[in-house]
């Protein structure tokens, strides 16, 4: 059985890497840190995900539209978004485990160890007195509670304002006074924090005609603020409209860990939408609650998710708010929705000398449209379904399978033909059969080993539907046709096949 979540999490990397989901990048050279390769199963998977996102904002909305801008941008975009000036991470190392930290995460940690402390306490608390217990009471009035919320008090007080300022003296002092030591060394000596770029630069054009430095895009947003007004004019829209983009971004993370949560290279999946300045309360609250709506219609239950506002936000945020899922190491952020008011667009207006103004004829006015940006990494899209949907289950029998209770919609394959025998013209009716559905759906054709291991085999892979010939085949033109899920068989005419699969992998959008 799959026990803790470090086991879990750990099962769900081999069965990644077993199944053709997911490879370490360039293995047989022992490996890129924080790069992975998707494999065949995984590049399917990967594929729905993001067609799904795709149809869910550009066919679903009328006024949103797609773009695929360039990786590589002029130098002067990252100048003028802040990412050359701002987008930093404060950096510490142990000189004696050699090992590298965020300082503001291990200032983090220390702050959720705390919170755990408190979350401990009212669990006893909870407990012992049953129905009667009343928790903000107990808050308030627990000296235990009263001291560690007191702590945390004095340390956001003075680590936000650090944050924010940049001030890495003080996140040092922090360090130092709150005794954090480095978990592999357990020492104290630390060097000062230095500020760390994120942005990963190269040479565009040959040293001898003067190279230019070029950055690999931080995020893809950019790509849409500097082409939204020839989109804006050529696709004739008028305010407000959305432009979604999906594609690479790239980070030096200092800290990349978690498998394919935090990458150096990894997708996003953006929109931003422009409004009328005075409109982004509105249309902030409708994203996120869109943006809720659309996790929800994959099946993934409402308890997996939490909405987190900042307390520190992004250089260019007025006001944020993550999705967090419940990983297997615990809630962590998915997807953040952003109101970035015309900080980007304003600030390419200054920097490129252009105007950016939208003519709203509405009002008979002109201005610098404000954004509502949705942003959700793809990656770790794919680890939150697929960390949800595994699950080892014991049969009635006594045996074990794994099982991936993947969205229909998303599932890498969608059937299996499967002759039950690999003789008596089983195998030719299957291929037949293969050879018309393959034009419908993703399916796999299989023959090899018994028919229970070939099931196994499909439901480690999420296939929701298997379909297996056998000698009543050939007499009455039906074959069987097993769901996943429950392993349950119906028999149904083969030309049937295509439209029962076919109602059951659509996604409901609520
Ligand atoms: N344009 C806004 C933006 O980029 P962000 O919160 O920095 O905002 C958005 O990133 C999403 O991109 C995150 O919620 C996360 O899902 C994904 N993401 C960010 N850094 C990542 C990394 N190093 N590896 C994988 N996904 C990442």
Redesign the pocket.
């Known amino acids: 059985m799959i026990t803790n979540s470090e086991d879990r999490f750990k099962k769900i990397i081999a069965h990644c890497k077993e199944y053709g989901f997911i490879f370490q990048s360039s293995e047989i050279y022992d490996g890129l840190s924080a790069v992975y390769d998707y494999g065949q199963n995984g590049v399917e998977l990967k594929n729905n995900i993001r067609d799904y996102w795709w149809k869910s904002m550009v066919q679903y909305h009328e006024n949103i539209i797609g773009l695929d801008a360039a990786i590589f941008m002029h130098p002067d975009v990252w100048k003028a978004s802040g990412h050359v000036d701002a987008f930093n991470d404060p950096l510490i190392d142990n000189k004696d485990s050699k090992k590298r930290y965020r300082a503001d995460v291990l200032i983090e940690d220390h702050l959720a160890k705390l919170d755990e402390k408190i979350a401990k306490e009212v669990a006893r608390a909870a407990e012992r007195f049953g129905d009667s217990f009343d928790e903000q009471m107990f808050c308030q009035t627990n000296p235990r509670v009263q001291a560690n919320r007191k702590k945390i008090e004095e340390i956001n007080a003075r680590f936000v304002p650090a944050m924010e300022q940049g001030l890495l003296g003080e996140l040092k002092a922090l360090i130092e006074e709150l005794e954090i030591a480095c978990p592999v060394s357990g020492s104290r000596n630390w060097t000062d924090v230095r500020q760390f770029n994120l942005m990963f630069s190269t040479q565009m054009g040959s040293a001898s005609d003067g190279a230019s430095l070029v950055y690999l895009r931080?995020?893809?947003?950019q790509g849409i603020f500097v082409n939204y007004l020839n989109v804006q004019k050529t696709g004739r829209k008028k305010l407000p409209f959305g432009i979604a983009q999906v594609g690479k971004?790239f980070?030096n993370?200092i800290v990349?860990r978690q498998f394919?949560?935090?990458?150096?290279e990894?997708e996003?999946m953006?929109m931003q939408y422009f409004i009328r300045p005075g409109q982004e309360n509105e249309w902030f609250d409708y994203w996120k609650d869109m943006r809720m709506r659309w996790h929800l219609s994959l099946g993934i239950p409402q308890e997996m998710f939490r909405m987190h506002e900042h307390d520190k936000l992004?250089h260019y945020a007025k006001a944020a708010v993550?999705i967090e899922f419940m990983f297997p190491f615990g809630f962590k952020?998915?997807?953040?929705v952003?109101s970035r008011t015309d900080y980007d667009l304003g600030a390419h207006q200054k920097v490129s000398g252009k105007k950016l103004q939208y003519f709203d004829p509405d009002i008979n006015e002109s201005y610098v449209p404000y954004v509502v940006?949705t942003?959700?990494?793809l990656?770790?899209?794919f680890l939150a379904v697929i960390s949800h949907a595994l699950k080892e289950e014991t049969l009635e029998d006594g045996s074990q399978r794994m099982v991936m209770n993947i969205s229909p919609a998303l599932a890498p394959v969608k059937v299996a033909v499967l002759p039950l025998v690999k003789k008596d013209g089983l195998p030719e009716k299957g291929r037949e059969i293969f050879d018309k559905l393959k034009y419908d759906f993703h399916c796999q054709y299989e023959e090899k080993d018994a028919i229970g291991r070939r099931y196994r085999r499909q439901d480690a892979i999420g296939t929701p539907y298997c379909i297996t010939i056998d000698h009543e085949s050939l007499e009455n033109d039906t074959v069987t046709i097993r769901k996943r899920d429950t392993m349950q068989q119906e028999r149904i005419p083969t030309d049937k096949i295509a439209s029962v699969v076919r109602k059951r992998i659509e996604i409901k959008p609520l």
């Open positions: 931080p995020e893809t947003a971004a980070r993370e990349a394919i949560f935090r990458m150096r990894f996003q953006e992004a993550d952020e998915i997807e953040g952003h940006e942003s959700i990494g990656d770790r899209m």
